[in-house]
């Protein structure tokens, strides 16, 4: 029985597509505005944003997201984040406060769901050993969100990518905020071209309004990042117990309360109370005042504690050794390795073509899984850290 295009189907989907002029915000992405590289022949009942979330779903790179580190590496204990609950949270989050603002849930989930593909094993302390690699092998340096979307773009399915939406592609690139932001509104502007100059990093120092999500939905994802780990990593550093509930600092606690589930509830009540009237998301001053010092808490206190490095030299090494390793293995054709068969073996002519070994190299390193790029390291020789105690602090 053949179900593509399939008349009753699409018009299901049609209607679909046509209540959301009545239930969205007039502000919100509709699914029928989707844009994608490549016309599609298949149609079926899912709508456009909707077949973006299952294809990343079912993405190789979204099934290692559950060996990705989030803040906390090396440590023995089951109970601490890592990416893959980091961006359910993340879609939760950001799908609650979009169903009472109006927007297209379908999108934001899609952003959601893909916005950390590109992380390094390690998390940003693997991305910052990346990029310096990348630097000194004539590359741009390294970022997770333009990886990110370089994944589901260009590197997954062969080569091919999934053909997803501009505006899901869009809200991936444009997700990082390490940048304290309380007040978002859409760069509009954007088409595939712009897109691509950012991707292939042919553009630099772009005015801040320019580094916007597109879409209302993207920046909502933005923001809701920071609401996901602010406080989770607070519950993971004091599991761990690297600070204690009475180090928060006061003036953020009277705001936003001292545990995870206070703090996300308080973020996400304002900014549904300040709504999407106008083409903008954003916090009341005195709740964004309290986030950004939370923050800069959560860098002091957590983030930048020497105690939780432990290991960082030998994973340095690590990453250079693999570096050098595989590029190597390019240079002299040694198709045993593993870069070959679990990579490069199976991607396009047009991948292997466009792109100089030192790319592949970064590409192949950035989707590995922090077990599988141990074992690899373990096999070059390397020195390999052993896991932390829990608690890291006695």
């Not at 990029?131 to 589901?152: G, K, T």
């Not at 001292?258 to 996400?268: A, C, D, F, P, S």
């Not at 998301?281 to 939780?308: G, H, M």
Request: hydrophobic fraction near 40%; charge should be negative.
């Amino acid at each position: 029985m053949k179900f593509d295009n399939d008349p009753h189907l699409l018009k299901l989907r049609e209607q679909l597509d046509s209540n959301e002029d009545q239930i969205l915000s007039p502000l919100a992405s509709r699914s029928s505005e989707a844009l994608r590289r490549n016309k599609e022949g298949k149609a079926g009942h899912r709508q456009s944003f909707s077949v973006d979330a299952d294809r990343i779903l079912n993405s190789r790179a979204y099934t290692r997201y559950i060996d990705k580190t989030q803040v906390f590496y090396m440590i023995a204990n089951d109970h601490i984040t890592h990416r893959v609950l980091h961006v359910q949270l993340v879609s939760k989050i950001a799908r609650t406060i979009g169903r009472f603002m109006g927007l297209n849930e379908d999108l934001i989930e899609s952003i959601a769901l893909g916005h950390d593909i590109g992380h390094p094993p390690f998390g940003h302390d693997g991305e910052k050993l990346l990029s310096q690699l990348c630097v000194e092998h004539d590359l741009a340096p390294f970022h997770h969100n333009i990886q990110s979307a370089l994944c589901l773009d260009r590197i997954e399915r062969e080569g091919r990518g999934w053909n997803l939406a501009l505006q899901t592609l869009d809200g991936i690139l444009f997700h990082d905020g390490e940048v304290h932001s309380d007040d978002l509104r859409p760069f509009r502007k954007r088409d595939f071209a712009m897109f691509d100059a950012v991707l292939d990093q042919q553009v630099a120092d772009l005015p801040f309004e320019q580094t916007l999500p597109m879409t209302l939905e993207g920046c909502l994802v933005r923001l809701c990042d920071t609401i996901s780990y602010i406080g989770r990593d607070i519950e993971d550093a004091i599991e761990l117990k690297l600070i204690s509930r009475e180090d928060l600092p006061t003036e953020c606690t009277e705001v936003l309360g001292n545990t995870n589930g206070t703090i996300v509830y308080r973020l996400v009540a304002d900014l549904i109370k300040n709504g999407c009237t106008e083409d903008r998301v954003f916090f009341s001053p005195v709740i964004s005042e309290a986030l950004d010092k939370l923050k800069k808490f959560n860098y002091e206190r957590i983030y930048l504690d020497s105690v939780i490095k432990r290991g960082f030299d030998d994973i340095k090494n690590c990453y250079r050794v693999l570096f050098e390793k595989y590029l190597g293995d390019l240079h002299h054709e040694r198709r045993g390795s593993a870069i070959f068969v679990e990579f490069l073996d199976r991607m396009a002519d047009h991948y292997l073509e466009s792109n100089p070994k030192a790319a592949m190299v970064r590409d192949f390193v950035a989707g590995m899984t922090d077990d599988y790029f141990l074992a690899q390291a373990g096999l070059a020789g390397c020195r390999v850290p052993p896991k932390l105690p829990r608690p890291l602090v006695d």
